[in-house]
């Protein structure tokens, strides 16, 4: 019988390990002691409000950005282009609801047919399709022009005492390969009666090492499919919610037409509608764009600004060089919601413009660096753990003790920040901690991190600068031991300057 989960930090000091450490089911409740952060993410899910989180790196910015993604409802339309006959270099636009996108899906299984082994099919129909040989009976792959047990061509006729006919059997075979069926291979129609007595077409098609047979149902689903050959989908009904575009570049963002030396030429080139790439504000369509660092997007911030108010954001070629730079792909849809991210120190280099359309559509919100030192906040340090292991997916879970350990690690770490009687919410250092003493635990054999593992993690997951204090005394004297005396004579750390390394790193 499995052990019933327990929540509270008097429970979870009685057991054996994390692994039975509750883990809550909404993703939003994973993310530790950023509680007003959580409210407002909770909000803008559930009211497609924008958000953004300030803060230093590592206090569950991208988290809480990835849990809101997984509380709103799936995508609902899939957004496709098609081949404009009169005007190439404008494809149209098409928006697929999940009906129809549903419907097609089952047109296409149902034009699929059936699937059968070459020896379950008439002979003949077997030798005109490749897969028997016509002079010794043989079943081999379509793919053999020559017969592999008689050595003789498989679409060889009877040519008397011709000396060529070897030759001309096998240019006969080459020719009759040429025909081909609409999937690639070759095909052979015939008439045969169905199941209510009526004369039907049906067609025969290789598959590879089988035979694919599709009666007139299949060839009708077919053609339904063959009227929609000229699209391409741009952004797929099932898809991730959750789009990152952190450091995204501009085609990377708003999405571009690659380039054809051959241009839209219909013989050489690629159709205009092939090359239109979507960018990351058209895939959060109905969903989450998540951009880190967003005030290093620099003057990108105002196509995201235009793309928030209009809803709909036009696909162009950006490389004025490019063949692709005269198609454009007109109010593609970007409905999504912006959680953006910055440091305290970054905030004045967001737009102000843009910063007005989150506060007039969305929240801000100060993501906390501590949570007060008190027993429920402990018991989310232990269920913080029990998330780590399930989320690494490599390293054991860790015994009471060992979280006991972290706990002291995560005071020590928020007087750092002058939070005294508090833990820090610095958690992605802290989830390295706990990565390192797994992996101490998986190189040991052990079958849980227990607090030597902490210990020894502590030690070995120390800061550089750290270790080179230790080794050599100061930064500076680490540093004169590992450059030469020419780039000595030439660092501005030796030219009158060489206390200020260690002022940075003391």
Not at 480 to 505: P, V
Request: net charge neutral.
């Amino acid at each position: 019988m499995a052990k019933k989960r327990v929540t509270t930090w008097d429970e979870i000091q009685d057991l054996d390990s994390t692994a039975d450490v509750k883990i809550p089911s909404d993703p939003l409740d994973r993310v530790l002691g950023q509680e007003d952060a959580i409210k407002l993410a909770k909000i803008a899910a559930i009211q497609r409000r924008h958000l953004l989180l300030v803060g230093p790196p590592g206090t569950g910015k991208s988290m809480i950005a990835r849990a809101l993604s997984m509380n709103i409802p799936k995508p609902r339309h899939e957004i496709r282009v098609a081949k404009n006959t009169e005007n190439a270099e404008r494809p149209f636009l098409e928006i697929l609801d999940k009906d129809q996108v549903y419907d097609e899906d089952r047109i296409r299984a149902d034009s699929m047919g059936r699937l059968l082994d070459p020896h379950d099919v008439q002979q003949d129909i077997c030798e005109r399709l490749g897969y028997v040989c016509r002079q010794c009976k043989a079943y081999s792959k379509p793919s053999d022009l020559m017969c592999p047990s008689c050595g003789k061509s498989k679409m060889e006729v009877a040519h008397g005492s011709n000396p060529f006919g070897d030759l001309l059997g096998q240019l006969g075979g080459m020719l009759e390969a040429a025909v081909q069926a609409p999937q690639g291979g070759k095909s052979v129609r015939t008439t045969t009666v169905n199941s209510r007595g009526e004369q039907e077409f049906v067609l025969f098609e290789m598959a590879g090492d089988k035979i694919r047979m599709l009666d007139g149902k299949a060839q009708q689903k077919r053609s339904q499919l063959m009227n929609k050959a000229n699209q391409k989908v741009l952004v797929k009904l099932d898809r991730d919610p959750f789009v990152l575009a952190t450091g995204a570049s501009e085609t990377e963002l708003l999405g571009d037409v690659r380039h054809d030396p051959y241009g839209g030429h219909e013989k050489l080139g690629t159709p205009a509608y092939e090359r239109v790439v979507a960018g990351s504000i058209h895939e959060a369509h109905e969903g989450v764009l998540f951009v880190d660092e967003i005030s290093h997007l620099g003057s990108l911030q105002r196509y995201i600004l235009t793309a928030m108010q209009e809803k709909r954001f036009p696909i162009v070629g950006r490389n004025p060089q490019s063949a692709g730079a005269s198609v454009k792909v007109e109010n593609v849809p970007c409905d999504f919601i912006l959680v953006a991210a910055c440091n305290i120190q970054d905030l004045g280099n967001i737009l102000s413009p843009l910063r007005s359309r989150i506060i007039g559509g969305g929240y801000e919100a100060l993501v906390d660096v501590a949570m007060p030192d008190t027993p429920e906040n402990r018991a989310k340090y232990a269920q913080f753990v029990a998330q780590e292991v399930m989320i690494d997916g490599r390293i054991p879970h860790a015994t009471m003790d060992a979280v006991k350990l972290i706990i002291t690690e995560g005071r020590l770490r928020a007087r750092g920040d002058n939070q005294p009687n508090a833990l820090t919410l610095r958690l992605r250092e802290m989830g390295g901690l706990i990565r390192a003493a797994g992996d101490a635990a998986v190189m040991n054999g052990d079958a849980l991190i227990t607090d030597a593992h902490i210990r020894d993690a502590l030690r070995r997951s120390r800061p550089v600068e750290e270790q080179i204090r230790e080794k050599y005394g100061s930064y500076m004297k680490g540093m004169s031991k590992d450059i030469s005396d020419a780039q000595k004579e030439t660092s501005q750390y030796y030219l009158g300057n060489d206390h200020l390394g260690d002022q940075m790193f003391n």
